[in-house]
């Protein structure tokens, strides 16, 4: 009889009750901890406990609070912002909430679970799919194929400042061959998810993919990404094999957590994450280097999890398709109207004004039952103390009216001195001594949540945030 595994006896306390949600919510407390170190103007309190959340973690594994002190301390600054936040965090967002909803589940008293194993998986891989196909969906475009302002350019910018070489340069093949590279990836092959003979082959090329993104300053979405991915790959019906990932995780943690907090004392306690009008070489280095924890990670990941593919599958209950179908919800709201900014559409070149739609396949005149990016006024001119204080070139966007009024309102409180502005509403002409007095600086409640980007005026549509 041969002794029992260290990593899965009974015996070992660190290990002795550690499930897929200690597994779950320990990648995600790493996820979001990489996400605060490397996003902008985060508040030093909340990156701070999180470090302590996942120092916790490592020596006290098994006990839960610690990834749920996580999770409650962002949680108050990600719903203060939303739904100004970028892609992934509104993600982030979503799951804390979906988490906090569980724990108040159970401090009720309702201990029986929501969803069956094979439902928790397919939860998490058909929400995976509707993410990655919304993004690649969103760049079906004419402004992502164009060769002079395509966001495959733009993000692959960084790879040649690496090498010291000019990504504007590059022959039309190669374009081409990042344009094609990223559709392929975010539109077909997490389908690949959906079945459990190709969703390990799928999950490596996603592991891959955000790998690759990691080099171009994107370390926050491989973290977020290498919980999502672990989710689709998780055998919720076979602890064993969830206690297999016990020590890879702890390495992962303890090489992300130093990195982590010295990338945020560097580059956002130290002011050096960008560097002129891009980001900074030591940004994009810390993000490199997070590459191998991540890969280290995701490699055993890959090597632990096989799926298994079962003779007659188990019904899934309406419940677990439900967060896909919200997710889709949210993620198509720029074609419906109610918003057109971080709803899967970074990066994407896309413009969903109506009558001036650059989409290959959907005609937003058509489809628009909101027409609040159709409201929209033009910056003639600004005083120099706002165009100081903006750095934009204002002249060369359209702004709708409810995006603007909530900027402005915001210039009025920021800038000290006086704003003058000149602009072009409903065809009329405005000049304005004073914003802060001004109608247009009045933010209505329901501004903040219509959240729009600016309107290129010309060409198929400029890379954006």
């Known amino acids: 009889m041969q002794p029992a595994s260290p990593v899965m006896s009974p015996a070992n306390p660190a290990t002795a009750t550690y499930t897929h949600r200690h597994l779950l919510l320990h990648l995600f407390v790493v996820a979001q901890l990489v996400h605060f170190a490397f996003a902008p103007d985060q508040v030093p309190v909340v990156m701070g406990v999180l470090v302590v959340a996942c120092i916790m973690l490592l020596l006290r594994p098994q006990q839960l609070i610690w990834p749920l002190l996580g999770v409650g301390i962002t949680l108050p600054e990600q719903l203060g912002k939303f739904p100004e ?34 439902e928790k998986s397919r939860l998490f891989c058909t929400s995976a799919v509707v993410v990655y196909f919304l ?40 374009i081409r061959s990042f344009q094609g590279g990223t559709l392929l990836l975010e539109l077909i092959v997490p389908f690949g998810l959906l079945f459990a003979r190709t969703r390990r082959w799928a999950v490596a090329l996603l592991f891959g993919f955000h790998a690759y993104l990691c080099f171009f300053g ?4 491989a973290s977020f990404g290498l919980f999502f991915l672990s989710a689709c790959l998780l055998p919720f019906d076979r602890p064993p094999a969830i206690n297999a990932l016990y020590k890879p995780l702890q390495r992962y943690t303890q090489l992300t957590v130093p990195l982590a907090a010295t990338a945020y004392l560097v580059c956002n306690v130290g002011g050096l994450r960008f560097e002129g009008d891009g980001l900074s070489l030591y940004f994009l280095g ?13 490699g055993r990941v890959l090597l632990t999890f096989r799926p298994v593919t079962r003779p007659a599958p188990a019904p899934v209950r309406f419940r677990a398709w439900l967060p896909a179908l919200l997710l889709l919800a949210w993620g198509t709201q720029c074609y419906y109207g109610t918003t057109n900014r ?34 929209y006024l033009l910056l003639r001119e600004v005083s120099p103390n706002l165009h100081r204080f903006t750095g934009t070139t204002y002249h060369q966007f359209s702004y709708p009216l409810v995006t603007f009024r909530r900027r402005a309102a915001h210039w009025a409180r920021e800038v000290r001195e006086p704003v003058y502005i000149r602009l072009q509403y409903r065809g009329q002409t405005y000049e304005i001594r004073d914003l802060s007095g001004s109608p247009f600086a009045r933010e209505r409640w329901y501004d903040r949540y ?3 980007r600016e309107t290129p005026l010309k060409g198929y549509g400029v890379c954006m945030w």
């Open 85 to 118: 936040l970028a892609n992934h965090a509104t993600l982030e967002l979503f799951i804390s909430l979906g988490i906090l909803f569980v724990v108040l589940r159970y401090a009720a008293g309702r201990r029986s679970p929501l969803f069956t194993p094979d």
């Open 135 to 174: 993004t690649g969906f969103h760049k079906l475009n004419r402004g992502f194929f164009d060769a002079d302002t395509s966001c495959a350019l733009h993000i692959n910018h960084y790879l040649f400042r690496y090498l010291g070489g000019d990504a504007e340069s590059l022959p039309l093949w190669l």
């Open 218 to 221: 994107f370390a926050n979405f």
């Open 286 to 298: 810390f993000s490199a280097l997070f590459c191998l924890p991540y890969l280290w990670m995701a």
């Open 342 to 375: 971080a709803t899967l559409t970074m990066y994407s070149n896309l413009v969903t004004e109506a009558g001036r739609s650059n989409h290959l396949l959907i005609n937003t005149a058509y489809t628009k039952l909101f027409h609040f990016e159709e409201d």
């Open 450 to 452: 219509l959240y729009f």
